[in-house]
Each structure stands twice: as C-alpha cells, then as structure tokens.
Antibody, heavy 118, light 107 residues
Framework: EVQLVESGGGLVQPGGSLRLSCAAS????????MSWVRQVPGKGLEWVSG????????YYADTVKGRFTISRDDSKNTLSLQMISLRDEDTAVYHC???????????WGQGTLVTVSS | DIQVTQSPSSLSASVGDRVTITCRAS??????LTWYQQKPEKAPKSLIY???SLQSGVPSRFSGSGSGTFFTLTISSLQPEDSATYYC?????????FGQGTKLEVK
C-alpha cells in the first residue's frame, strides 16, 4: 500500500523559514516524479513544486519561485520542501503527491498545515 | 505559464440529472488534462486522465472529452455520492496548474 506521510508544518512568522518532509513507502520512490500541492482550508488546490524521478530537474509555481526549494533523497524515500521568506498567503495545508505517468496524481499524503502569522 | 479556467464555480442538480463541467486552457495542451473529485477532508481522487480515459474503478457515468483548449467532464446520471468539488488539472508542461474548482451539490 502506498503511503505518503508529511511532517514539519507549524506556525511561523512572516519572513520565517520552514522545512517540510514527506516519507514515502509502498512503492519504488526513485521511479516516480513527486510534487507538493497546497490547499487553503475551504479553498482550491494549488500546485506548488515538482521534481522528476532522479532529481535532476525541479519546477515551481510563480508564487513560490525563488523562495521554495524542492529536493528528494531516494536513499531515504523522502521528499522535502524548504521554504524561506514565508508570507501570509503561504498559509495552507501542504500535500505531497505521487505523479503517475499515465497522467494524474494518484496518491496523496494527508497534508501538514503551515500557518504564517505574526 | 498555462492557466486553466473552470466553469461553473458551483452548481446544484438533482439525482438522475446530467451535468457538465467545462475547463478551458490558455493555450493548446493537446489531451494532457486530468479531472479530480474531492470530498470534504479527503485527498483528491483522479477520475479521468488524458482528457477522456476513465480511471480504474470509477463509475462509467463519469466521462471526459476535449482536446486543445476546451474540455468537459460529464456525469450522465447524478447520484447522491457525487456531491463533491471537481477540479481539472493540466500536465502539458511544468508548472502544472489546477482549475479553480466546481462545487457540485446533488439535491
């Protein structure tokens, strides 16, 4: 069974930093592209960042480019998101998601809540 | 970046009705579009990928069509359990983007 478990969320002041992690199990992690998707409670989905299998290429939404860095450690089956210069509008539940090459995010974690507030 | 725009933002329909949700892309994305269903407090579930391919286990009352810049998700005969929010998402290239969502109420 595929499992994705996020951690690292919490309350942080504007301008602060936070590092999210996603522990993956139940599949060959290194073979899959992965992404972070966030959702403000009660609002829509926003794709944040993605990284290809192997980690050679990573991509970002314009709203986080230059502030967030996605990475992966295939030896530890872990996906990470380093977030700096956090803003109020970054407040959301952050999900990691496994990309199925047929064309969809097939597996999602339960999410970790990031709250940016003074 | 490619934007996708969904409509309507919400709709209400009765059991047995046929409903259609549309998604427009800001440029040609061929058939690289997925539809998701999300229920409260749950992760999104993929219904349709590659514009019209039904995911395994998804009821056949769900169907998708379109290519290029215009896509539709149709539910042929609404059931009470179809109450949810529906999202389209393109994957023509990074950055991927989701539509704004369509909240469907089944009366």
């Amino acid at each position: 069974e595929v499992q994705l478990v996020e951690s690292g969320g919490g309350l942080v002041q504007p301008g602060g930093s936070l590092r999210l992690s996603c522990a993956a199990s139940g599949f060959t992690f290194s073979n899959y592209a992965m992404s972070w998707v966030r959702q403000v409670p009660g609002k829509g989905l926003e794709w944040v960042s993605g990284i290809v299998a192997g980690g050679d290429d990573s991509y970002y939404a314009d709203t986080v480019k230059g502030r967030f860095t996605i990475s992966r450690d295939d030896s530890k089956n872990t996906l990470s998101l380093q977030m700096i210069s956090l803003r109020d509008e970054d407040t959301a539940v952050y999900h990691c998601a496994q990309w199925n090459y047929s064309g969809s995010f097939d597996n999602w974690g339960q999410g970790t809540l990031v709250t940016v507030s003074s | 970046d490619i934007q996708v725009t969904q409509s309507p933002s919400s709709l209400s329909a009765s059991v047995g009705d046929r409903v259609t949700i549309t998604c427009r892309a800001s440029q040609d994305i061929s058939r690289w579009l997925t539809w998701y269903q999300q229920k409260p407090e749950k992760a999104p579930k993929s219904l349709i990928y590659a514009a019209s391919s039904l995911q395994s286990g998804v009821p056949s009352r769900f169907s998708g069509s379109g290519s290029g810049t215009f896509f539709t998700l149709t539910i042929s005969s609404l059931q009470p359990e179809d109450s949810a929010t529906y999202y389209c998402q393109h994957y023509n290239e990074y950055p991927y983007t989701f539509g704004q969502g369509t909240k469907l109420e089944v009366k």
